[in-house]
Nanobody, 115 residues
Framework: QVQLVESGGGLVQPGGSLRLSCAAS????????MAWYRQDPGNQRELVAS???????SYADSVKGRFTISRDNVKKILYLQMNSLKPEDTATYYC?????????WGQGTQVTVSS
């Protein structure tokens, strides 16, 4: 059974940093495109960043230069380093694993940026 378990969320002041982790219980982790999405109440879930099996990365314009996605294929962990956090980054962050035709989601971790 596939499990994605996020951790690392919390309350941080504007300008601060957090690192999210997603521990994956998934066979063939290195062959999945991994991604972070976020959603706040009243809005659709949006793609924040993704990393391919070849470690090619992409980012939403709103987080470019501030967030860094990375993966450890040995430990089967996905990371999201978030720097220079802004109040508008407040959301529930979800880990996603995709390899056609399957896609899996974690339960989410809350990030709140507030003074």
């Amino acid at each position: 059974q596939v499990q994605l378990v996020e951790s690392g969320g919390g309350l941080v002041q504007p300008g601060g940093s957090l690192r999210l982790s997603c521990a994956a219980s998934i066979s063939g982790f290195s062959t999945y495109t991994m991604a972070w999405y976020r959603q706040d109440p009243g809005n659709q879930r949006e793609l924040v960043a993704s990393v391919s099996p070849a470690r090619s990365t992409s980012y939403a314009d709103s987080v470019k230069g501030r967030f860094t996605i990375s993966r450890d294929n040995v430990k089967k962990i996905l990371y999201l380093q978030m720097n220079s956090l802004k109040p508008e980054d407040t959301a529930t962050y979800y880990c996603n694993a995709k390899r056609s035709p399957s896609t899996y989601w974690g339960q989410g971790t809350q990030v709140t940026v507030s003074s």
